[in-house]
């Protein structure tokens, strides 16, 4: 109902989730783009390979913590992890404005060769456009994985059951509150950082630790809490499953700087990117194990069990205040949400 | 040596190249990679699998012949093609510029999904972001395709020989001029429209007839002429696989329009991109009988012999003119070829 693109279809709330439907699914549809989860699991010869893309459009290219070609390659490599697919090759295809400097370029170059090997992908192939003065923003990236899942894992956003619990890796909003920080000449953020990173590795602590408790499928689903953050994601698995969901405020981590920062720029930090953690939703009889394990792994040292699947009320995200309170974490319709992509 | 980006970078001549090589390549660096063809092929798990990206930036959306998002679809396609690959899987990355009227994203979709279809490919995962208007253009379309080898071809631009022959399949520079006179609203070119095609039927019928001819090995390597046109990717081939090729003139089809409109632009049709077209060296053996099947074919109903592959001088593309001279057709710098992309 919007004759117009707005910047909301793109912020990863209500509003890029209905321009996806309506626009593209309706049309596309088949089952397995129909799966919605963060990759494509195909099935060829017998295998299953994880297929998944991402365009990177972030401004400004540099910031703390990372750089628009860590964020390519990271942010496939973990829409790959996420189904529990180890990395193997990487396409990159890249949009360039005229009168973008060389130097830029190769340093952008040089750090997703350097978390390409950190991560063990293998860029094989890619794509070199240039687009007129003003037709563009410096650089665009796409980057596009192809994984392989060699363990019996079943995980989809599908398949949280009442009594499940919830974890979380670690702090919250770190990566949106730096990316507005930046753009917006703010202050008051001078040591925080994104927390851009691989987060393959730790999803193989977690699927190993599962396996060695004999239960891999007790590991129900996995996002990464990009755009829309940790509430959209949530609202996405409780809806998909259709169950309920509750959260504890108090065991979600969230730094000082980030939650100062929320504070006066009016934002909610359920609702701020991330670019390096991960939320999984887990049978209650491995929670604690891979809680364990997760905190031994450097990516999931704050790792938490932040709330529990629940029967009622389906569809919904209910949280219980660090005061005592309960109130609903809704999805919110995308022109409300900070924009950081 | 440029300090920055220009858009000769983006043309598909010498300076493409070279971006592509000091930039990407010496930093990526692998074995797949560096074999430079117009697709990877990963072996996994005993299968070959292709696997091509690019990035469509074209203005205007839509022109006579097709839109952006019938090229992303077939272009992609296309470079599986191009080493044998049955296409099987597609993702799709949008940038959409804020303002893009939705019902002309709507357009472009549907084209995607008819073009999807006719090419037998699926599209399984996707993305979408928006940019603020005046750091885009419109919509960007990024595609990736997976296709696999199952047969036992041996296609690479290094493999033609002394003796092998080039064969072109059909008219060149439709797509080329046809951007060009809808973008500088020339008006000579009424009935020209793009050759844009999915060529994987084209190449299938190919394999078919070398495989009668029990010399599937005898096609030696295929290549779509896109934005280089077919001089630079002839070029690229008699480089990599370093031996000469001689071209008669007489035998390139070039439409009278396309002849004309490069008359009054002044370029040259060898330098014209092209989207529904392939070139193939291939063993003398096997080369008429493959003109009569593509004959046959809808997309290949022009095929022609236009040249063949010499000893010497190595890396080198000569041509035999029209009217009986031999010229040297050689790798354009960027600044002079048509920007059609
Ligand atoms: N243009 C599109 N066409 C088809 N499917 C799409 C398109 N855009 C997104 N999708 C699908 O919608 C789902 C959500 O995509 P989204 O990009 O929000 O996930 P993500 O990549 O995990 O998040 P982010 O892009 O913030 O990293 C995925 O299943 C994806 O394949
Ligand atoms: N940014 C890049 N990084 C790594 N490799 C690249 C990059 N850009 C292009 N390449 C590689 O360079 C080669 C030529 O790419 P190019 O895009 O010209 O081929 P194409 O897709 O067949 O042509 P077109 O893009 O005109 O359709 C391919 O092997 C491709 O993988
Ligand atoms: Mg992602
Ligand atoms: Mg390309
Ligand atoms: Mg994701
Ligand atoms: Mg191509
Ligand atoms: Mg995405
Ligand atoms: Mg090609």
Request: charged content about 25%.
């Amino acid at each position: 109902d919007h004759p117009n693109i707005v910047m909301g279809h793109g912020s990863g709330g209500k509003l890029s989730a209905e321009l996806i439907d309506k626009i593209f699914v309706q049309r596309f549809r088949n089952p397995i783009l129909d799966r919605m989860d963060d990759q494509a699991v195909l099935e060829i010869g017998g295998m299953r390979l994880a297929f998944t893309t991402d365009s990177f459009v972030v401004t400004p290219l540099f910031f703390p913590g990372g750089d628009i070609g860590h964020l390519a390659v990271n942010g496939t490599v973990n829409d790959l992890a996420m189904c529990g697919a180890r990395p193997l090759y990487l396409s990159a295809a890249f949009i360039l404005e005229e009168g973008l400097p060389t130097q830029d370029l190769a340093r952008v170059v040089e750090s997703m060769r350097d978390a390409a090997n950190a991560a063990n992908i293998q860029l094989v192939t890619g794509d070199t456009k240039v687009v007129n003065r003003g037709k563009g923003d410096k650089v665009f990236i796409t980057t596009t994985g192809i994984g392989i899942v060699d363990r019996p894992t079943e995980m989809s956003a599908d398949r949280a059951q009442p009594g499940d619990k919830v974890i979380l890796s670690g702090f919250i909003g770190d990566h949106g509150i730096t990316i507005l920080s930046q753009r917006e000449h703010l202050e008051f953020e001078s040591d925080l950082k994104s927390d851009c990173a691989p987060l393959h590795s730790l999803v193989e602590a977690m699927l190993n630790e599962a396996e060695a408790n004999g239960n891999i499928k007790g590991i129900r689903c996995m996002r990464d809490p990009t755009r829309g953050g940790v509430a959209t994601v949530l609202n996405e698995i409780a809806r998909k499953s259709h169950v309920g969901m509750r959260l504890h405020e108090s065991s979600i981590p969230v730094r000082e700087s980030v939650r100062g920062a929320c504070e006066v720029l009016g934002l909610d930090p359920l609702y701020v990117a991330n670019e390096g953690k991960l939320l999984a939703v887990v049978a209650p009889q491995i929670a604690d194990q891979l809680i364990v394990r997760m905190r031994k792994h450097p990516l999931g040292t704050e790792s938490q069990i932040i709330g529990e699947i629940t029967g009622q009320p389906r569809d919904m995200v209910l949280m219980k205040t660090s005061i005592g309170g309960t109130r609903v974490v809704d999805v919110l319709f995308g022109e409300q949400m900070p924009r950081i992509c």
